[in-house]
């Protein structure tokens, strides 16, 4: 960082004589008509952030991918209700990385490409495996397909997120974001593993197929989804939004389950929504 100081320059030879032959006051007077300024341009360097900082965002991407790959465990061990839980704690941690580093200025380029690869497993590996274990092995070819198509679309998603970062709009993602596809199906997986939705046995396969394939499809579409980084929790807002929120907590307390998963297919269909609406108006969403 570069600042400008100003320094006095003094002609050493006539100070000497004011000193001499002047009285204290006339000396100053003196002394003040004999100085001239000149800028003098001084590097200052910033202070070296220390190394560690970046250790914090980067653990709460590990923390994520613990998670994430935890679900798998647990689906392997036909524990499914955990596997869901996990996947939606992975979704809460991965929310929590991007925003300690910018808020701690801790961004790189290497925390970005970990990032992207624990999304991978966590949200394109973890749900379509959990899923295929569920359900979706019952119905054979079709069902490990589904799962495929879920998890190519997580992948490519997240590729095309990578190089368009300069270039796409930051208030909204272009095609489903992968938290959000792997949300919606590790919402439905904890809804009917919990016994909370009124689907009779033979459809819930064909169910998880359809969520599996719209999810996948839908990563990989042009729709936009609202991305939240417009949001900054650093300053006000409206006193509406802190009653929404304590609206949501108590919604999601009280059936967890059915909330979250409610709340993941009202975001996962307000992409089309906005394309429709543009559509039909001729105008673009803002």
């Not at 001499?20 to 200052?44: C, F, K, M, Q, R």
């Not at 190394?51 to 798998?72: D, E, R, V």
């Not at 801790?106 to 999304?119: H, I």
Request: net charge positive; charged share 20%.
């Amino acid at each position: 960082m570069t600042t400008f100081r100003r320094r006095g320059r003094i002609d050493r030879s006539r100070l000497s004589r004011i000193r001499a032959e002047s009285t204290h006051d006339e000396w100053a007077d003196e002394l003040g008509d004999g100085i001239d300024y000149e800028v003098e341009e001084v590097h200052v360097k910033p202070r070296p952030r220390g190394k560690g900082i970046y250790l914090l965002p980067n653990a709460f991407t590990t923390a994520a991918l613990f998670c994430g790959f935890f679900a798998i465990v647990n689906a392997m061990n036909h524990q499914f209700e955990v596997a869901a839980i996990a996947i939606f704690a992975s979704l809460v941690l991965d929310g929590m990385d991007g925003r300690v580093a910018r808020m701690t200025n801790t961004q790189s380029a290497f925390g970005e490409q970990y990032d992207s690869l624990a999304d991978m497993v966590s949200f394109g590996v973890a749900p379509a495996l959990v899923a295929y274990e569920w359900a979706l092995k019952d119905l054979g070819k079709w069902g490990w397909l589904a799962a495929f198509t879920y998890c190519a679309g997580a992948a490519l998603r997240l590729a095309r997120f990578n190089v368009n970062t300069s270039v796409v709009d930051k208030k909204f993602f272009q095609g489903l974001p992968s938290p959000a596809a792997g949300a919606l199906m590790a919402g439905f997986i904890w809804l009917a593993d919990d016994n909370k939705i009124p689907v009779r046995d033979t459809a819930i396969p064909w169910i998880t197929f359809f969520i599996a394939v719209y999810a996948g499809l839908t990563m990989v579409s042009n729709a936009r989804f609202y991305s939240g980084k417009a949001l900054d929790v650093r300053y006000r807002v409206p006193f509406g939004v802190m009653v929404l929120m304590i609206l949501t907590f108590v919604l999601i307390s009280s059936n967890p389950p059915l909330t979250l998963f409610g709340v993941f297919v009202v975001y996962s269909i307000s992409g089309y929504v906005i394309w429709a609406w543009e559509r039909l108006s001729g105008k673009r969403f803002s």
